[in-house]
């Protein structure tokens, strides 16, 4: 079936980078989006931003603009999401999704990053 | 970006209680409106998208309705598996925005 499976947990530093992977199996990808999103501890749902791998296009919350870059890499069907320049309020659950084509159908396995001195 | 707010933000309800939960847009967004559901620990769950086309898979049960800026979710009748937090999310217009979620408990 399909399944989005995400890198590991991750403990960073403020002001650094943290990068997640998110790897799709058992179903079509390409002509799809690729949603992340993020949890803070005890919070609701913030979307960040998306990629449409066949158009290589990609869009960002307007809070998160130049500090997110979301890539992909079609010939290992993998999607990252990098967040630059963290601070503690960036420690979240990190999720991919599949957008079919936007309805965001199938959920990664979700990535804890937690950001602290 | 467009404000979705959920109502009520928590329930208390039995099994074999049909519960219905409000959402609504800031503006309108057509039918481009999903539900989510999510357990503790667990990534959110596809339950709707159309405002109310059914996700494959997910039990009739959950009805999706609405247009424009108001939008239900009804649970015809709640089962212990059904308790969770639920969530709507516009995909009319980016920034995507999630509704601030709703949690349904067991009286």
């Known amino acids: 079936q399909v399944q989005l499976v995400q890198s590991g947990a991750e403990l960073k530093k403020p002001g650094s980078s943290v990068k997640v992977s998110c790897k799709a199996s058992g179903g079509a990808f390409s002509s799809y989006s690729i949603s992340w999103v993020r949890q803070a501890p005890g919070q609701g749902l913030e979307w960040m931003g998306l990629i449409i791998p066949v158009l290589k296009t990609t869009n960002y919350a307007q809070k998160l603009q130049g500090r997110v870059t979301i890539t992909a890499d079609e010939s290992t069907r993998t999607y990252y999401m990098e967040l630059n320049s963290l601070r503690s309020e960036d420690t979240a659950v990190y999720y991919c999704?599949?957008?079919?084509?936007?309805?965001?159908?199938?959920w990664g396995t979700g990535t804890t990053v937690t950001v602290s001195s | 970006d467009i404000q979705m707010t959920q109502s009520p933000s928590s329930l208390s309800a039995s099994v074999g209680d049909r519960v219905t939960i409000t959402c609504r847009a800031s503006q309108g967004i057509t039918k481009y409106l999903a539900w989510f559901q999510q357990k503790p620990g667990k990534a959110p769950k596809s339950l709707i998208y159309?405002?109310?086309s059914l996700q494959s898979g997910v039990p009739s049960k959950f009805i999706g309705s609405g247009s424009g800026t108001d939008f239900t979710l009804t649970i015809s009748s709640l089962q212990p598996e059904d308790f969770a937090t639920y969530y709507c999310q516009q995909y009319y217009d980016y920034p995507w925005t999630f509704g601030q979620g709703t949690k349904v408990e067991i009286k």
């Open positions: 159309g405002a109310s």
């Open positions: 999704a599949r957008g079919n084509p936007n309805d965001l159908d199938v």
